[in-house]
């Protein structure tokens, strides 16, 4: 059994927290291990009436790059999934849905965060914006489907949560 000894938080932030925990492992032996503790997060994959997914172009600058993402966010303390969802996509594409459906829920990097990512499918796309974050600089791109998932295959969307969230839509979309 894996028991937690004591825990410390070394570093608060605006986004997530980090914490140390002192773990003693199943055969005695103790550790530290240092984890992002973090609220959860939305990543939505909108879907227009004319087949095409929504995506923003972003800069990274943990990764130094720009990406092509779905649109997501963190959630606020206590905020419910759908609520954040709602309010994500209005903020990074302008548009709200009329259908969210969940797809599906996963741990981001379960190594070393707590970050735990909703997946909603939104549909029914009608204008609704929202002003972005300040610190949010996107570009909202629409794809065709078939287009969307032919750029993940190609090894050409590097995001780990808009490469699982397509996963979970797969099914939702046919056919492709």
């Known amino acids: 059994m894996f028991t937690v000894e004591r825990s410390e938080q070394v570093f608060a932030g605006r986004v997530f927290a980090v914490r140390r925990d002192w773990v003693r492992l199943p055969n005695g032996q103790n550790t530290a291990l240092d984890i992002i503790a973090h609220h959860g997060a939305v990543a939505l994959v909108p879907v ?54 969940r797809l599906g829920a996963f741990y981001l990097a379960p190594g070393y965060s707590t970050e735990y990512l909703h997946i909603f499918l939104a549909t029914d796309l009608y204008p609704a914006p929202l002003p972005q974050d300040e610190d949010e600089f996107l570009e909202p791109v629409a794809l065709p489907i078939e287009e ?23 099914p939702h979309l046919r056919p492709l």
């Open 148 to 170: 969307a998932f032919a750029l993940a295959r190609g090894g050409q969307m590097e995001d780990a949560k808009t490469l699982a969230a397509l996963l979970l839509a797969e």
């Open 48 to 101: 227009d009436a004319q087949g095409r997914i929504w995506f923003v172009r972003q800069y990274r600058h943990a990764a130094g790059k720009i990406l092509l993402e779905l649109p997501a966010g963190t959630l606020e303390p206590g905020e419910a999934p759908e609520n954040c969802a709602a309010r994500e996509i209005r903020e990074e594409i302008g548009f709200a849905a009329r259908r969210l459906r």
